[in-house]
């Protein structure tokens, strides 16, 4: 009988994001410095006879658990593409800490934690590759979330290059609880043709490096984003005034906001002072996970 088995899904940031090129077929070409922080959805599945998808935490609410919910439709791409390695059935429970439609890729991070345990319980190896393939299939950030640590993300989000170094970074998130659309900030992008992310220092180990970096990056969705959601700009300015914070800026296509210290007192403190200003905005705070994940 195979046990319960649990993946955590942790937020995705994007702590840069340049928008390269528009494709003939709509999307866009994108170069982006990811991360992920050690603050989760959690999803735990058991054996059943058939696959089924149940929802709480604090954002729940904001879910479907029906079969257009991107955990369950990992399952079905993983069970079509591997019909021999999936077990007949899944009870999964979803734990949704993190906002939904917030810029840190909930939903892309669950869909990874579902394939990462389908391929845990397949009875023989799932090739990373083959197994990102089948992701990119799903959802443009669900390649990284796979992988859940720092790395450079290029094309729609589907070519990988993770980062052999990375320097112990914290950070503080809010999210003012305004869901937005990714296709409605990319349709008030002005330009689709910026240049793309400036190299990055080798070795990548300290602090001081990464934040002489960041300030030569953009989030190219973050203008369009701030003027379709004010709240955004606001809370970046907040942000940015705390003690420590060395970027702050938004995350994705929003709302979430994001500041970026190097002490993890100095993000706890900037945390307490964002919940005091905004009682009613979700804030989380955590390290960043490192490149040995």
């Not at 059943?48 to 369950?72: E, H, K, M, Q, R």
């Not at 299939?137 to 980062?163: F, K, M, N, W, Y």
């Not at 990375?166 to 503080?172: A, G």
Request: glycine share 8%.
């Amino acid at each position: 009988m195979i046990e319960a088995i649990a993946q955590t899904a942790p937020a995705k940031i994007n702590l840069a994001l340049h928008v390269t090129r528009r494709r003939e077929d709509g999307y866009h070409d994108l170069e982006s410095l990811v991360v992920f922080a050690d603050i989760f959805d959690d999803l735990e599945a058991s054996p059943a006879d058939a696959d089924s998808l149940t929802i709480s935490g604090p954002f729940a609410a904001g879910l479907g658990a029906g079969p257009t919910n991107l955990v369950l439709r990992a399952v079905a791409a993983f069970r079509a593409r591997w019909p021999d390695l999936a077990p007949p059935g899944l009870s999964l429970h979803l734990v949704k800490n993190l906002p939904v439609a917030a810029g840190i890729g909930g939903g892309s991070a669950d869909a990874a934690a579902a394939l990462r345990i389908l391929a845990g319980l397949a009875p023989e190896p799932v090739a990373v590759a083959d197994l990102a393939d089948l992701a990119a299939t799903l959802g443009a950030d669900i390649p990284a979330c796979l992988l859940s640590r720092p790395l450079v993300a290029r094309g729609v989000g589907e070519i990988l290059s993770p980062l052999p170094e990375f320097p112990q970074l914290y950070v503080t998130l809010v999210n003012p609880g305004i869901a937005v659309a990714t296709a409605d900030i990319f349709r008030r992008l002005r330009a689709h043709d910026n240049y793309p992310l400036p190299a990055l220092p080798e070795p990548l180990t300290r602090p001081a490096q990464l934040g002489l970096w960041l300030n030569e990056t953009r989030n190219d969705l973050q203008p369009p984003a701030v003027k379709l959601v004010p709240e955004i700009g606001l809370l970046i300015e907040e942000l940015a005034e705390s003690p420590g914070c060395m970027l702050a800026r938004m995350s994705g296509s929003g709302a979430t906001v994001f500041g970026l210290f190097g002490s993890e007192g100095q993000a706890h403190e900037a945390a307490s002072e964002m919940r005091r200003l905004h009682p009613d905005f979700w804030v989380g705070t955590a390290p960043l996970l490192s490149t040995a994940r």
